[in-house]
């Protein structure tokens, strides 16, 4: 690992009391919730972490509780570096606070989290759906999100699907 991500991780466990790993090369430090702004404002403004290159979500249920980690990951274009900062979310409460004013292309990386995962980022400036319509039920990237199937159709088919295509629900069919 090189020197300007040493630093950056041992700030970040001093001040915040994160924890660390390193893969391959690679360091990321998992934080509370509650400590991203700060720690985010932290990276750009001491550690020249200028780019949120990107920000997601992983869903480990049913083997993890906190269920889900929000995952942001930083680019410093003066030290050609990457960093990467994760958040444990639970289930039930699935909230972290925003960081648009830090990072303000974070607004639409947020907005997609909520979308397909359903965790809202606090204090957000328009916590609203960006890639399913607004009347959509469910979150599409969660693993128990249930995956529905229509069968093609063909012209050796076409008769049985056309008789679903007009009933009230697929089931009934």
């Given at each position: 690992?090189?020197?300007?991500?040493?630093?950056?991780?041992?700030?970040?466990?001093?001040?915040?009391?994160?924890?660390?790993?390193?893969?391959?090369?690679?360091?990321?430090v998992?934080?509370?919730?509650?400590?991203?702004?700060?720690?985010?404002t932290?990276?750009?403004d001491?550690?020249?972490?200028?780019?949120?290159?990107?920000?997601?979500?992983v869903?480990?249920?049913?083997?993890?509780e906190?269920?889900?980690?929000?995952?942001?990951?930083l680019?410093s274009?003066?030290?050609?570096?990457?960093?990467?900062?994760?958040?444990?979310?639970?289930?039930?409460?699935?909230?972290?606070?925003?960081?648009?004013?830090?990072?303000?292309?974070a607004?639409?990386?947020?907005?997609?989290?909520?979308?397909?995962?359903?965790?809202?980022?606090?204090?957000?400036?328009?916590?609203?759906?960006?890639?399913?319509?607004?009347?959509?039920?469910?979150?599409?990237?969660?693993?128990?999100?249930?995956?529905?199937?229509?069968?093609?159709?063909?012209?050796?088919?076409?008769?049985?699907?056309?008789?679903?295509?007009?009933?009230?629900?697929?089931?009934?069919a």
């Amino acid at each position: 690992m090189n020197e300007h991500l040493r630093k950056a991780a041992d700030a970040l466990k001093a001040r915040f009391g994160g924890l660390e790993n390193e893969h391959c090369g690679q360091v990321s430090v998992t934080l509370p919730a509650n400590q991203i702004v700060p720690a985010m404002t932290m990276l750009r403004d001491e550690f020249e972490f200028d780019f949120l290159s990107s920000l997601t979500a992983v869903d480990y249920w049913p083997e993890l509780e906190p269920r889900f980690h929000v995952v942001y990951q930083l680019w410093s274009n003066s030290q050609k570096t990457r960093f990467c900062l994760r958040v444990p979310v639970d289930d039930a409460q699935a909230e972290v606070p925003t960081i648009e004013g830090v990072h303000p292309v974070a607004n639409w990386h947020e907005r997609e989290v909520f979308d397909m995962f359903g965790i809202r980022f606090g204090g957000h400036s328009d916590m609203r759906r960006i890639l399913m319509p607004y009347d959509w039920v469910g979150h599409p990237l969660r693993k128990d999100y249930p995956l529905g199937y229509e069968e093609p159709q063909f012209t050796f088919n076409f008769d049985k699907i056309q008789v679903r295509k007009h009933s009230g629900r697929y089931e009934e069919a």
